[in-house]
């Protein structure tokens, strides 16, 4: 199946449902912004969204409407979140203009050493680390989750989880992306909890439209809505995943009670730099999103783009030359800064990225090499980890003006495939560099060490206009071409004047490597012909995005869910 062209479900107040909706011409259908007064959520699941309106409907912030999606999705998104990964959160208070960056990332075990991830002289083989318990990292969402409700929130923690113990008792019916992915993602079915779950006796997977309950994450987060995050950390449900874990019979992992317990989330200050008019702020390290979507804008904004076309030749070349330069500082510097010094502030500083800008040939690709924001006594080189398009994302603005934007994730498409307490476990852990040292001797900024959380390219983006008030709430799921995606988006709707949800449905770019990825289907032949005339490798392939964002213009909240998957946007 090409694509998963789900229809978006927009609930429209009644007072603006009989606007005029943008038409977007995409080559994939019409579709159409979703609008709001009051509150918008856009989830990477119908009923994930339903579940967020609701509790936004009783009052709810956009922090307690999250908690409540994302305990949806990871019933009925599993594949690509839950409580068994980590997230990173943009949480905006109006009434403060505060805006928190919530660190839930997972972490390595104590018992894990700089050569975790080599054998025989290697890396070992992705195959061998990703399935199992070898990768598993300190889930962080929950007790991240709890940290931003105390903060953020205003229901009763208790009131968040109660649509998905009700949706995971009821039953939900398997989607076509659900059902998909486990006929096309390798070793789905390695552990008999997970078989037995979303296969049949036949070890065929679940059709679509089956009723899937799962009775036992209705217990797990019963337990969890009234014991809070301790009761996730510690207690029967820690045992159990200290206990898959760590009796994997193929691929034992390190994790231990110790570990759970140790866990921490962390409140952290939100990168921002400029873009034209406008205050683009990210996640900073260990998230390399806010570096490379600040310095991926910030090189464009050197530029006269309103002069330029989406799907042109000339403005795709500069967007692969902006995405290369962020990359290489990315892949050098970029990694968990309580272990590593990260010069975020300098990779986004305008007159850093002046000079990187003044490194693009409008006429011919170039190399990316990586600049020396800041003097380091050694230069580090390229460090690649297998950061792999499985993720979420979610975008929420309540009543009161508060804004959400929330990238979560257990790695993977259903992450390491252990299945604990109806829950998946992540194997975030191989989004470290599998090498630790370079040839020379160097130490890789994002090697594995006792306590680290895992470089990654998650970029829940909040955008502010000049005034200081909420313009753009954006991500996306995708691994390390999450950054593109995001920083795509951004250009599109506010460099060039693009509506939001044909911003988000046009052809993707991606350039974080030796080659350049276009989506097939939306670049004209002379533009490729162009690129490569410019000295481009263009491989068309197709870049299965998540992009959900909702844009605030003249006071109301126009939504977008990205049709090539099964998101909607919901609101009043």
Known sequence: MRYLLLAIAFVLSPAIADEPQPEIATGRGEIKSARADTYMAVTANPHASRAAERILARGGTAVDAAIAAQMVLGLVEPQSSGIGGGAFMLSYDAAQERLQYYDGRETAPAGVDEDYFMADGGPRPFLQAVIGGYSVGVPGVVRMLELAHQRDGKLPWADLFQPAIELAESGFAVSPRLHQLLQSLPQVAARPAIAGYFFDARGAPLPVGHLLKNPEYAQTLRTIATGGADAFYGGAIAEAIVRAVAEDPLNPGQLTMKDMAAYRAVVRDPLCSSFLQYRVCGADAPSSGGTSVGAILGILGQFPLR?????????????????????????????????????????????????????????????????????????????????????????????????????????????????????????????????????????????????????????????????????????????????????????????????????????????????????????????????????????????????????????????????????SAVGR
């Open 307 to 567: 002069d330029l076309e989406v799907g042109s030749h000339e403005l795709t070349h500069l967007f692969i030359e902006a995405s290369e330069l962020a990359f290489a500082d990315r892949n050098t510097y970029s990694a968990d800064s309580d272990f590593v010094s990260v010069p975020s502030e300098s990779m986004v500083a305008s007159g850093y990225l002046t000079e990187r800008a003044e490194l693009i040939d409008p006429a011919a690709a170039t190399e990316a090499v990586p600049g020396d924001p800041v003097a380091f006594e050694q230069k580090r080189l390229m460090a690649q980890s297998p950061e792999l398009p499985n993720t979420s994302h979610l975008v929420i603005v309540d009543r009161y003006g508060n804004g959400v934007s929330m990238t979560t994730s257990i790695e993977t498409g259903f992450g390491s495939r252990l299945l604990v307490k109806g829950f998946l476990l992540n194997n975030q852990l191989t989004d470290f560099s599998f090498t630790p040292k370079y040839a020379d001797g160097a130490l890789v900024a994002n090697r594995i060490q006792p306590g680290k959380r895992p470089r990654s390219s998650m970029a829940p983006t909040i955008v502010f206009n000049g005034d200081g008030s909420m313009r753009l709430l954006v991500g996306s799921p995708g691994g390390s071409r999450i950054i593109d995606y995001t920083a795509r988006t951004i250009l599109y709707h506010l460099g060039l004047g693009v509506p939001i949800a044909e911003a988000i449905a046009a052809g993707n770019i991606g350039a974080i490597g030796s080659r350049v990825e276009l989506e097939p289907g939306y670049f004209s032949a002379d533009t490729v012909a162009r690129l490569e005339e410019k000295g481009h490798r263009v491989v068309q392939r197709e870049l299965n995005s998540g992009i959900h964002a909702i844009a605030i213009v003249n006071g109301k909240l126009l939504g977008g869910a990205d049709p090539r998957r099964e998101g």
